[in-house]
């Protein structure tokens, strides 16, 4: 299985600053075939289940602010938040979903307000 | 709007079973493949099982392989967990996600449910 490794573990920020989480996969996600990365991101506020931020590593789903962005390939790949908001409060996780599953998540990014 | 409704957690005996549904609207559930995730509260997050759109074709993760199987009934709407021999270690919030693309299994979700408490103790 293809182990996805975060970090920081946890990570505190100031409002309107940037945050940067950063995701390993332990073998590359990039097909070749079509040049995807098969790479999402989550957010997870507590009490409620995890919200899709970000997939093929750098796409931003419907609705979420063009302050989160996702960037890498192969093995690496980073998630930013500019601007940090208060709202931004939240654990993150990204997950691979390359080839056949089981479709790994990593441990999760804490991030809270310095 | 896409609703997913856990239902069937509760509290079981180690090695007992339970059987978890998730009922799907606001969608052609019979489009989807479906995931089953879990998280033991106050931890991370771990994909369990996915199901395709047409229910034949299933993958599982190996911590469930042999013990839980995923299924679904496309003219219920509803997605099942049958979870067998549970472990102290099944313990966990179970959450049912929909696939984002009715095209094959994306493997990405979109819809999550709010997840139903499965606690396994004696």
């Known amino acids: 299985d293809i182990v996805m490794t975060q970090s920081p573990g946890s990570l505190a920020v100031s409002l309107g600053e940037r945050a940067t989480i950063n995701c390993k996969s332990s073998?590359?996600?990039?097909?070749?075939?079509?040049?995807?990365?098969?790479l999402a991101w989550y957010q997870q506020k507590p009490g409620q289940p995890p919200k899709l931020l970000i997939y093929?590593?750098?796409t931003r789903e419907s609705g979420v602010p063009d302050r989160f962005s996702g960037s890498g390939s192969g093995t690496d790949f980073t998630l930013t938040i500019s601007n940090l908001q208060a709202e931004d409060v939240a654990i993150y996780y990204c997950q691979q979903y390359y080839g056949t599953p089981p479709y790994t998540f990593g441990q999760g990014t804490k991030l809270e307000i310095k | 709007e896409v609703q997913l409704l856990e239902s069937g957690g509760g509290l079981v005996q180690p090695g007992g079973s339970l059987r978890l549904s998730c009922a799907a609207s606001?969608?052609?559930?019979?489009?989807?493949?479906m995931t089953w995730v879990r998280q033991v509260p106050g931890k991370g997050l771990e994909w369990v099982s996915v199901?395709?759109?047409?229910?034949?074709?299933?993958y599982y993760a190996e911590s469930v392989k042999g013990r839980f199987t995923i299924f679904r009934d496309n003219s219920k709407n509803t997605l099942y967990l049958q979870m067998n021999s549970l472990r102290v270690e099944d313990t966990a919030v179970y959450y049912c996600?929909?696939?984002?693309?009715?095209?094959?299994?994306?493997?990405?979700?979109?819809?999550w449910g709010q997840g139903t408490l499965v606690t396994v103790s004696s």
């Open positions: 606001g969608f052609t559930f019979s489009s989807y493949a």
């Open positions: 073998q590359s996600v990039l097909y070749a075939s079509n040049n995807k990365n098969y």
């Open positions: 199901i395709y759109s047409g229910g034949s074709t299933t």
């Open positions: 093929w590593a750098s």
């Open positions: 996600a929909k696939d984002y693309s009715p095209i094959g299994g994306s493997g990405y979700v979109d819809y």
